[in-house]
């Protein structure tokens, strides 16, 4: 089981940046996809962006691409998602989550949520207008 710790998120206004943190636990971090989600208040929780653990492949879900980008740092265990051009619409508790699967490809970075075994407490981010 990989422990994971979100940090970053805040309030913030209508077109400004945000950089969100997630710290992993366990030496097979480098071997895990790894993917942001968020969920607004009534609504289910939506993708936002994954990165494969070799880092080579990314995906972005259709409302934050050309916004948002991921990226990680196996060396040091973290996961990062940089929010730029920021939109009430974004406002919501972003989630880390890691795809643990034995024996995934290094171009793996799933969209679904039900691929992710591992998850955090989520981050609360408000963007006002």
């Known amino acids: 089981q990989v422990q994971l710790v979100e940090s970053g998120g805040r309030l913030v206004q209508a077109g400004g940046s945000l950089r969100l943190s997630c710290a992993a636990s366990g030496r097979t971090f480098s071997r895990y996809a790894m993917a942001w989600f968020r969920q607004a208040p009534g609504k289910e929780r939506e993708f936002v962006a994954a990165i494969s653990w070799g880092g080579g492949s990314t995906n972005y879900g259709d409302s934050v691409k050309g916004r948002f980008t991921i990226s990680r740092d196996n060396a040091k265990n973290t996961v990062h998602l940089q929010m730029n051009s920021l939109k009430p619409e974004d406002t919501a508790v972003y989630y880390c989550?890691?795809?643990?699967?034995?024996?995934?490809?290094?171009?793996?970075?799933?969209?679904?949520?039900?691929?992710?075994?591992?998850w955090g407490r989520g981050t609360q981010v408000t963007v006002s207008s």
């Open positions: 989550a890691a795809d643990t699967t034995m024996g995934q490809t290094r171009y793996s970075a799933p969209m679904s949520r039900y691929e992710y075994d591992d």
